[in-house]
């Protein structure tokens, strides 16, 4: 059995819902976003093996501010609203969307975005802007096909070849990596790309 990457430490230094009060770091930034209820705080703590790092709720749209989590002193990991339906209106939401994509476009120590979408559903029409968003602003994302647990193989497997005919013509695109916050599936690849493509040293 592979063995699972081990982190040791993580955790939260702030959050923020101001574009003009974004903190400087000097360590490099991992962004996750992704739609509502995409299973972006179970993959988040599935990374740092905790329970409770990233908040989990039944209710979608409850990360309300870009998130900073500091990992084993070596790198940021940015927890970001999510797209698409929440509670609290309108309004709100594309709030979250103006300071998603101001910190997307404008931020520096911003290494690699990891785009996340629901394995169970056809990518959506914000799935399909975030990344020709990407695309344009020239900035490098991962794609993570999620809850895949729920998933048969065959559809895990064409639902990944689905999303990589999507971005077939994408130059920013590193992969298409399928994903359970349950079994743990893609978990040591996720890290080993964050390593290669955001930390770049041989630090674990």
């Given at each position: 059995?592979?063995?699972?990457?081990?982190?040791?430490?993580?955790?939260?230094?702030?959050?923020?819902?101001?574009?003009?009060?974004?903190?400087?770091?000097?360590?490099?930034?991992?962004?996750?976003?992704?739609?509502?209820?995409?299973?972006?705080s179970s993959l988040i703590n599935n990374i740092v093996m905790r329970k409770n790092l990233a908040k989990i709720s039944s209710e979608p749209g409850k990360t309300r501010e870009i998130n900073f989590f500091e990992v084993e002193n070596k790198w940021l990991l940015v927890d970001m609203p999510g797209f698409g339906y929440a509670t609290i209106g309108k309004a709100h939401r594309e709030k979250w969307a103006t300071l998603n994509y101001f910190y997307l476009e404008n931020r520096d120590n911003l290494k690699l975005v990891c785009v996340l979408i629901d394995g169970r559903h056809d990518p959506m029409p914000t799935d399909v802007a975030l990344i020709e968003f990407l695309e344009n602003i020239n900035r490098k994302y991962l794609i993570i096909v999620t809850k895949c647990d729920k998933l048969s193989n065959i559809n895990m497997f064409e639902r990944k070849q689905q999303i990589e005919h999507l971005v077939i013509f994408c130059k920013n695109c590193i992969e298409v990596l399928p994903y359970s916050s349950i079994s743990g599936l893609g978990r040591n690849e996720l890290i080993g790309i964050i390593k290669h493509n955001a930390v770049k040293e041989n630090i674990y």
């Open positions: 059995m592979k063995r699972s990457a081990i982190i040791s430490q993580a955790e939260f230094l702030l959050g923020v819902v101001d574009k003009n009060k974004f903190p400087v770091f000097e360590l490099p930034e991992v962004a996750f976003i992704g739609r509502s209820n995409v299973g972006k």
